[in-house]
């Protein structure tokens, strides 16, 4: 499996809003797990100066992440592969 980063543009987003966006998309990858597509969340990085949001997660492909996020009704303006570096 690759990790997959989701690229966010989020103006205006609270604390509330964005806490539960982070919920939509962990059960969202739940449920995707669970009906066959594996998807794992991983971890999202806000940056509130520019309403920018980097979430990371795990798939067989990029065409899971979206279907997860779509299905979750996240915003997003591209789905790439990436290198997570986490010691």
């Known amino acids: 499996?690759?990790?997959y980063m989701v690229e966010r543009e989020l103006p205006g987003i609270t604390v509330e809003q964005?806490?539960?966006a982070q919920r939509a998309a962990i059960e969202t990858s739940e449920q995707s797990t669970?009906?066959?597509?594996?998807?794992?969340?991983?971890r999202s990085i806000f940056v509130p100066g520019e309403s920018r949001c980097m979430c990371l997660f795990?798939?067989?492909?990029?065409?899971?992440v979206e279907e997860v996020n779509k299905t979750a009704q996240?915003?997003?303006t591209r789905v790439?592969?990436?290198?997570?570096?986490?010691?």
């Open 1 to 3: 499996m690759a990790v």
């Open 18 to 20: 964005l806490s539960a």
């Open 34 to 42: 669970l009906s066959g597509k594996p998807v794992r969340y991983i």
């Open 58 to 64: 795990e798939a067989s492909d990029a065409v899971a």
């Open 74 to 76: 996240l915003p997003f």
């Open 80 to 87: 790439v592969e990436a290198l997570d570096l986490t010691p």
